[in-house]
């Protein structure tokens, strides 16, 4: 892309799926990181460690929720050395990816 960096800003992105039930902890956890800006979408299912998920289900309803977040390279490493410890409990997955932030609106991370 041939974009400069007057309009993108190299950072990094986290995704988290985890279990709903403990999604109130990994935003305990994100805070202490001094996290200033994430999206969680509650609801979501799928096949994993913990089995298939299906959030519409009647009976034995489980539900992950995602969370994703863009931050400094800097951050993710505090981010990632923060919650790795508590990921064995949550299930789900964790990972962190390149990428560039639109330069725009005011800035969450």
């Not at 709903?20 to 969680?40: F, P, Q």
Request: with cysteine; proline share 4%; aromatic share 6%.
């Amino acid at each position: 892309m041939a974009l400069g960096p007057e309009i993108l800003k190299k950072m990094k992105r986290i995704e988290i799926v985890t279990d709903e039930n403990c999604l109130e902890r990994l935003i305990e956890l994100l805070r202490h990181a001094n996290v200033r800006g994430y999206t969680v979408i509650k609801g979501a299912g799928g096949l994993g460690s913990t089995g298939e998920r299906d959030p519409y289900a009647f009976a034995l309803r489980q539900s992950n929720s995602f969370l994703v977040l863009t931050c400094e390279e800097a951050q993710a490493e505090k981010i990632i050395l923060t919650i790795q410890p508590e990921l064995k409990n949550f299930g789900g997955m964790c990972t962190v990816s390149d990428c560039e932030w639109v330069l725009g609106p005011q800035v969450s991370y």
